[in-house]
């Protein structure tokens, strides 16, 4: 494993004054060196707009992985984000996944190939991957948060299991979930039709004329029947 001083990179308090930051990007600096012969470039463009090759963004690695995921030159491209965890840091850590075997790591600004990725370059072991398009959806309600979905969205830990796919729909189910947990008072702040597509997505009966009061004490009931 190349990342012996793991401890080191994550060693400086969240609140650093501009020496510790530097300090700190230094130390990450080192690391990107050390895995600098696993570099590779994606053979399309599109991969590769918008990243920037001279930056390094220490402890972002979540923003950074989702503001690649959503960049409107990938739409439709088919990527997913990964939430895990690797060598390169001491606890989550995430990644975006590029069709044809390649990794982005958004703190470092680099590609690696998948296979080095997951072996002996980071260790990388995923927990949950979201699909390009359940991403999207979930950036739209968590794009302030992106570190706290699986904890969000309560998903089961991952730890010594496969990792959990979310798909669009299951995001969706997700989400419906999520906010119907969250309480009457948030529920009263969502559209019409946004409650309406909960009710639908949790298989609540329910009039397409019905007055939004009335989709919220639906769904409030669906939450003390545990539905």
Same mark, same amino acid.
């Given at each position: 494993?190349? #990342?012996? !001083?793991?401890?080191?990179?994550?060693?400086?308090?969240?609140?650093?004054?501009?020496?510790?930051?530097?300090?700190?990007?230094?130390?990450?600096?080192?690391?990107?060196?050390?895995?600098?012969?696993?570099?590779?470039?994606?053979?399309?463009?599109? +991969?590769?707009?918008?990243?920037? #090759?001279?930056? *390094?963004?220490?402890?972002?690695?979540?923003?950074?992985?989702?503001?690649?995921?959503?960049?409107?030159?990938?739409?439709?491209?088919?990527?997913?984000?990964?939430?895990?965890?690797?060598?390169?840091?001491?606890?989550?850590?995430? +990644?975006?996944?590029?069709?044809?075997?390649?990794?982005?790591?958004?703190?470092?600004?680099?590609?690696?190939?998948?296979?080095?990725?997951?072996?002996?370059?980071?260790?990388?072991?995923? +927990?949950?991957?979201?699909?390009?398009?359940?991403?999207?959806?979930? @950036?739209?309600?968590?794009?302030?948060?992106?570190?706290? +979905?699986?904890?969000?969205?309560?998903?089961?830990?991952?730890? !010594?299991?496969?990792?959990?796919?979310? @798909? #669009?729909?299951?995001?969706?189910?997700?989400?419906?979930?999520?906010?119907?947990?969250?309480?009457?008072?948030?529920?009263?702040?969502?559209?019409?039709?946004?409650?309406? @597509?909960?009710?639908? *997505?949790?298989?609540?009966?329910?009039?397409?004329?019905?007055?939004?009061?009335?989709?919220?004490?639906?769904?409030?009931? @669906?939450?003390? !029947?545990?539905?």
């Amino acid at each position: 494993m190349i #990342f012996l !001083n793991t401890l080191e990179m994550t060693a400086v308090k969240p609140d650093a004054h501009d020496h510790d930051r530097e300090e700190l990007v230094s130390i990450y600096e080192e690391g990107r060196q050390r895995a600098a012969p696993f570099e590779v470039v994606p053979p399309e463009q599109v +991969w590769t707009g918008g990243v920037e #090759f001279d930056a *390094i963004f220490p402890r972002e690695c979540y923003k950074q992985a989702l503001l690649y995921s959503i960049g409107s030159t990938r739409k439709g491209k088919g990527h997913q984000l990964v939430h895990g965890e690797t060598s390169l840091a001491l606890g989550g850590h995430a +990644w975006v996944e590029i069709p044809g075997g390649f990794v982005f790591d958004g703190v470092f600004q680099r590609f690696y190939r998948r296979d080095d990725y997951y072996g002996d370059m980071a260790h990388a072991t995923p +927990w949950y991957v979201y699909d390009e398009a359940a991403v999207h959806l979930l @950036s739209v309600h968590f794009r302030h948060d992106p570190g706290s +979905w699986w904890s969000l969205l309560e998903l089961p830990m991952t730890f !010594n299991r496969p990792p959990i796919h979310i @798909s #669009f729909e299951y995001a969706r189910e997700l989400l419906a979930k999520h906010y119907v947990r969250s309480g009457e008072p948030v529920l009263k702040r969502l559209s019409k039709d946004d409650l309406a @597509s909960f009710a639908e *997505i949790l298989g609540i009966e329910f009039e397409r004329g019905q007055k939004k009061a009335d989709l919220v004490r639906l769904l409030m009931q @669906s939450r003390e !029947n545990g539905k």
